[in-house]
Structure formats: C-alpha cells, structure tokens
C-alpha cells in the first residue's frame, strides 16, 4: 500500500511556477515609467508650457478603442508668488455637454499636489524631460449618476507650443476607456512640416 504523500505529483505547473508566471505577465503589463523620458526634449516644465491661454481638442473612446466623444476645450492657466498654478479649463462636447474644471497645482517634494472639484483623490504631477505623468480619481457623469475612476495621465510635450495628453481610464484596475487630445498654445502657429 503506498502513501499518497509520496506519489510523485502529477504534471504540470507547480506554486513556484505559478508565481514566476504572473510575475512575468505582471512585468509585461508595467507602462512606462516617468525615467524612462529624463533625457527627451524639448523639456517639459509645467510653470512654462501652461501659462497663458491655451486651447485643447480631443476624442473620448471605450473600452474597446471605439471614439464615443469628441471635444475642444480652452484653459487660461496662470501661476501666484509661492507658485502655486491655477488651470481653468472648459470643455465642450460634441453632444451638447459643458464642464469645468479647475486645477489647482501646489509644490511639493515629488512635484505638484494637483487637485481639482471633481477630483475625488488628488494626484501628484511629476516631470522629466517632455513628459509628464498625474495619476488620479476622477468623478464624471455615468447614466443617471455619477462613478469614480482612476485617471492615469501622460503628457509629452512635442514641440514648444503643443502638447499631446492620453490618459487611460481604469475601474476596479480594469481599463474602461481612454482619452487623446492636443493642447496648444493660443497664437502659436501650425507644426512645422517635415
């Protein structure tokens, strides 16, 4: 009669392998990281680029990548004494809709504190290089009411006067949507032709 604690065990992938796996599938999920633009320019820093009037324009997509909005948008950003930033943004939709939001970005040791009306968990805006990245809460309307989610924001700065911004949307650390837009500086000129 044998043990059963001694009978070899059958094939496949043990606890061991089990977690190398996911770690290597974790690992392969990781977006990049702010270093990773230390060294691209033109430099990005937020007290430049966001002063004065700028203009936006942009689309909303699903979960799927299907474009389900559209928008333009105008922010007149300006910065006090102790250099705190104050971007007022409006935006306008394509379906009739107009919100506003008003940033308010303070000092801190890892760059900015940035928090806003509708923002229900502040972000902290870093810098290196052309980029830089905020990650947040955001409220916005859903249906009758309203849902919180997680906005992860990149910004790369392409030349002096324009910016490209995506941010992905998440719920539950599932990603529901994504937003792409152009900020510009008003009275800057078109990009150059290459």
Not at 13 to 35: K, N, R, T
Not at 39 to 62: I, N
Not at 70 to 79: C, E, G, L, R, T
Request: net charge negative; hydrophobic share 40%; glycine share 10%.
């Amino acid at each position: 009669m044998q043990n059963s604690r001694m009978r070899p065990k059958a094939s496949g992938l043990g606890p061991l392998s089990l977690i190398l796996l996911m770690s290597l599938v974790l690992a392969g999920c990781a977006g990049p990281a702010l270093d990773d633009y230390q060294s691209t320019g033109p430099d990005l820093v937020p007290s430049q680029f966001f002063t004065g009037e700028l203009s936006a324009r942009g689309v909303v997509k699903d979960f799927s990548g299907e474009v389900i909005r559209s928008f333009d948008a105008d922010i007149v950003a300006s910065w006090d004494d102790n250099g705190v930033g104050t971007l007022d943004e409006v935006f306008r939709f394509d379906d009739g809709e107009e919100q506003t939001r008003v940033w308010t970005l303070t000092p801190s040791e890892q760059g900015y504190h940035a928090e806003a009306g509708d923002v229900v968990e502040p972000g902290t805006m870093r810098w290196q290089g052309n980029a830089i990245h905020m990650n947040y809460v955001l409220r916005v309307s859903y249906g009758d009411g309203t849902i919180d989610v997680r906005m992860d924001d990149w910004m790369y700065l392409v030349t002096p006067d324009t910016l490209i911004n995506q941010t992905t949307m998440s719920k539950w650390g599932v990603d529901v949507g994504e937003v792409v837009l152009v900020i510009q500086k008003k009275g800057a000129g078109p990009a150059p032709q290459s």
